[in-house]
């Protein structure tokens, strides 16, 4: 019997207890600094290496460079993520030797055509906010790690 | 005198459509902040249309009368549930001058009327032909049939005291104590009884969304389930003001506070009754079956006769019996 009302008084007190719910279509809703979100890409940085396309388990980058005419190597020419596939599993982003593409807390990717879940370079470059910080400092601790 | 026969039901059925609209809102928000939520706040400011929008809804959508239903049963189930509803709201003394009938029976009247609505609800789950709402509608009338008795019964104590089924006597009979206090036995069965006949949490076993789909009223949609929705929510006025009038001292004013006026005042008891009924739902888990009617017999029923018997013992000892 006692038991009713401590019930009665528990929910009685939740009543004026702060909300525990987002606001979130309103107010963006910020995401841990290791989120796995949709990638920033930077083609300066890229060196055309092909890692990432490689490693891809679901085989959504496609890329391609163009010859430089002075100096070794490429430069990134087209760059695109198919998101219909990717599963943002973080492996790109980690293969990456010179973190050319890195993960971001961004997650919104509801669109209402599939054609635009083909994210190119120029969206992938412009995607430049909440990127993850402890990137740079992870490469250069990988690198050393594995030598 | 004849244009206010007219205009006062119209104007009582708004009144009660406004209430059932907030009501539900309401219900909706206190359950909300209950769980630390903010309950609807999407429609309107602040979330008030969000009931005004759901009944757009429901009144836009198609009309669907299952193919293999009893269709007659089915289009006039709604209607035979909802008329007592608000038939019974005819004899509730709202205030010292506000009420629409008041004969000698107000509350025997109640009670026969109510109990109709059980076929409503019975012929909306059996026209329907699905297990469910069978199976919901048959629960229903066992629930509903068998809590009426104690609710009857747990009244006998007032009707004892008062000496009268008018409701506008049983109110005058409380100008200096409420029934609350030495009728408390009676209203603690009489409150479990009407939650019951209500059908709300705990007692929701009719509607049970996790065992049931929703109960009786499965295969209605649109302008019919709107009725049934409507039914319960009209009863729970109902019952809120009842149970105001026959143990909260209806529009009497406590501790002499009169200079407020007595609709005021019932109005806040009334409130008080239909904030408690959402609390209650906010905070109890739904009773097992087989447990609901050994508690309905072997509990409350046997409690509420216990009151009838103390009632009419109490009566007859000199001091205390000027309060029964």
Redesign the interface.
């Known amino acids: 019997m006692l038991g009713?009302v401590k019930?009665?008084g528990?929910?009685?007190k939740?009543?004026t207890?702060?909300?525990?719910?987002y606001r979130y279509p309103d107010e963006p809703l910020l995401m841990p600094n290791r989120f796995r979100g949709i990638q920033h890409f930077d083609p300066e940085k890229c060196i055309v290496c092909n890692q990432c396309a490689r490693i891809c388990p679901t085989d959504c980058i496609t890329l391609s460079g163009k010859k430089q005419p002075e100096k070794k190597g490429k430069v990134i020419d087209t760059y695109t993520i198919n998101f219909e596939t990717c599963i943002l599993c973080d492996l790109c982003t980690e293969v990456c030797p010179t973190g050319a593409i890195t993960m971001t807390n961004n997650y919104e990717l509801a669109v209402y055509s599939r054609d635009e879940l083909f994210k190119d370079l120029e969206w992938l470059n412009q995607n430049n906010t909440h990127i993850r910080e402890e990137q740079s400092g992870n490469v250069a601790k990988r690198h050393g790690g594995k030598q | 005198m004849n244009s206010w026969l007219l205009i006062g039901p119209v104007l009582l059925l708004l009144v009660v459509l406004l209430f059932v609209v907030y009501a539900i809102f309401f219900e909706r928000k206190?359950i909300g902040?209950?769980?630390?939520?903010?309950g609807p706040n999407r429609v309107g400011y602040w979330g008030l249309l969000q009931t005004v929008a759901d009944v757009l809804k429901l009144l836009f959508k198609e009309d669907v009368i299952p193919n293999k239903s009893d269709e007659l049963l089915f289009r006039i189930a709604p209607i035979i549930a909802f008329v007592p509803s608000f038939a019974v709201l005819a004899v509730i003394p709202f205030s010292d001058s506000i009420r629409f009938s008041d004969f000698a029976i107000g509350l025997l009247y109640y009670m026969a009327l109510s109990s109709i609505t059980i076929i409503g609800i019975l012929i909306g789950g059996w026209s329907s032909n699905n297990k469910y709402s069978l199976m919901g509608g048959m629960r229903s009338a066992a629930q509903m049939i068998s809590y009426e008795i104690p609710l009857v019964m747990s009244v006998v104590g007032i009707v004892l005291s008062v000496g009268s089924l008018n409701l506008t006597e049983i109110v005058e009979a409380q100008k200096d104590v409420w029934f609350i206090v030495p009728q408390f036995v009676g209203f603690v069965v009489f409150l479990i009884a009407a939650i019951s006949e209500l059908n709300r949490c705990p007692f929701d076993l009719p509607e049970a969304e996790s065992e049931l789909v929703a109960g009786y009223h499965v295969e209605y949609s649109g302008f019919r389930f709107a009725f049934f929705m409507l039914t319960e929510y009209v009863y729970m006025f109902a019952m809120a003001a009842l149970t105001t009038v026959l143990y909260l001292g209806g529009w009497n004013a406590p501790f002499g506070l009169t200079f407020i006026p007595p609709i005021i005042w019932f109005v806040l008891k009334f409130l008080l009754i239909v904030f408690f009924l959402f609390?209650?739902r906010?905070?109890?888990p739904r009773l097992r079956a087989d447990q609901l009617m050994q508690f309905s017999w072997k509990v409350l029923l046997p409690i509420a006769l216990l009151n009838i018997l103390l009632t009419c013992v109490l009566k007859e000892v000199p001091v205390i019996g000027a309060y029964f």
Do not use: C, D, S, Y
């Open positions: 009713l019930g009665l528990v929910t009685l939740n009543m207890k702060p909300k525990v719910t | 206190v902040w209950a769980q630390n939520r903010i609390w209650l906010a905070t109890m």
